[in-house]
């Protein structure tokens, strides 16, 4: 099946947001190999090159998903995430078994974290192509709330993990993966199958719904910095911080179907071009451009936090896990904060300018990590940000500009931005520049600014030519948001469902 089916399901498009919010959860797993990939890297004495390499193998099999896209638009998103989180638990369960032998080849190592990854990429396709879909009205905040939980992940499993283990135990962090994608999956599989609908709210409750969520879940945010900030890893609080989002969002399950402008609004003609056609688009490019400077970039930063912080600080024991907590948390802000303000902002201010906006703070925190170890929490929260709002806009973006025939499939093309970025930006970039320092000064951990001086520099760069390039897009794109801005009137009642 291509379409969404109508469903007699009550307030069905809400809980299929529920059970896609903590399928998107999943997804945020990638943001953790920073807290337990030193483990592998013991256990196996690879190179910060071979390491970078797993984390290429993880981010390519994320973020190079065409057939997530095919998959959900064929068969419907409660398909894809029955296979993403089966494919994550065992993959989850295969590095556990891995750092306990100690023996597994470098090339099976590189297939089981591409299948690590993919699985992500599977959860991630189904949650956001199926919000985009049943909230038409509504995307940017859907998309958004939806992102940020993947914001929150390593937070969230962070606190939950510390407050039960050490870092002695990390070892066991896949296995305690392996059994949330589990339950994860156990749980939305059948909640997505049954209820996925179109939302049949008016768009006043359904925007309200939207705004208490995003109170809600920025308060939930802050609890966990505090958490974070005085490493207050307790059972109680770990129930709290594990347990409140399912009620956060289980509220949004409650009310009554009412009549809506939704079909009216889709029928109304718009920029609406094929997958295919997309990429023969110039503002396509631009956009792939931005997506790569900027989703490579932060997972440079993300999959080398523990060597970015040692090397900044000049202490070859400093850990990473307070900064690793900023970074979640402030990705979780950009994704609320981003997804909400372009949404509040339709009309006014067009999405690709909000784009340019993350670029230039991308620049800005990469930048100032030159300056010192005083830094490293400012650049790990607006780095955090920056990313974070760029994942909330990519599929609302694409689906603006080039329409939502096939969203799918033209979603796991853009996708593959953040793969292509990973490749330049931190393998190729970061670890071989890296391994080179530390072979010059002799020991395996490269201390001081040399280590990503010119890392930093280059993907600092990179963002500013970034901001430029989506610029661009948002001049070229002026008519088609202006013309969908112009036929806001023959909505009756609704924010006008496409813009």
Known sequence: MTVLEERSFRNGA??????????????????????????????????????????????????????????????????????????????????????????????????????????????????????????????????????????????????????????????????????????????????????????????????????????????YTAFCAVVAYNKAYTMPVALVVALLPCGLFLLACRGHDAESTVNAATNIERPNVSAWEMLHSVDFYLLYFTFVSLQGSGIMFSNNFGQIVKSVSGNPAASSGIYVSIFSIFNTFGRVFIGFGSESLKGRLNRPWFLVGT??????????????????????????????????????????????????????????????????LSDLLAGVLYDAEAHRQGQSVCLGGSCFGVTFAVTSLCCAVAALSVATVAIRSRGTYAQLQLRRPLLAGTEAALL
């Not at 993959?91 to 990854?117: R, T, W």
């Open 14 to 219: 809400w809980w299929t947001f529920c059970a896609g919010s903590f399928t998107c959860f999943l997804t945020g797993l990638t943001y953790t190999f920073g807290v337990w990939s030193p483990v592998v890297k013991r256990a196996y004495s690879y190179s910060q090159a071979e390491l970078d390499t797993l984390a290429l193998a993880k981010d390519l099999g994320n973020f190079i998903c065409m057939d997530a896209g095919l998959v959900t638009n064929r068969y419907g998103p409660h398909v894809s995430v029955a296979a993403g989180s089966l494919v994550l638990t065992l993959s989850c369960i295969a590095i556990y078994l891995a750092i306990g032998s100690g023996s597994v080849p470098f090339p099976l190592m590189i297939i089981l974290f591409g299948l690590f990854g993919h699985s992500m990429g599977y959860c991630d396709n189904a949650g956001i192509s199926t919000s985009v879909k049943n909230f038409p009205e509504h995307k940017g905040s859907a998309v958004g709330l939806m992102k940020a939980m993947e914001g929150l992940t390593a937070a969230v499993v962070g606190t939950v993990f510390y407050s039960i283990s050490s870092d002695d135990d990390l070892e066991a962090f896949p296995l305690c993966m392996a059994f949330l994608a589990l339950g994860v999956g156990v749980c939305s599989v059948p909640a997505i199958a049954f209820t996925n609908s179109l939302v049949k709210e008016d768009a006043d409750t359904v925007s309200k719904k939207f705004s208490c969520l995003t109170v809600a879940l920025l308060a």
């Open 359 to 424: 670029s230039a703070l991308m620049s800005l925190g990469l930048a100032v990590l030159e300056m010192g170890e005083d830094f490293l929490g400012f650049s790990a929260g607006a780095v955090g940000f920056a990313i974070g709002g760029t994942f909330a806009l990519q599929a609302v973006v694409t689906e603006e500009i080039f329409g939502p025939e096939e969203m799918p499939v033209k979603y796991s093309y853009s996708f593959t931005a953040a793969s292509v970025g990973s490749l330049l």
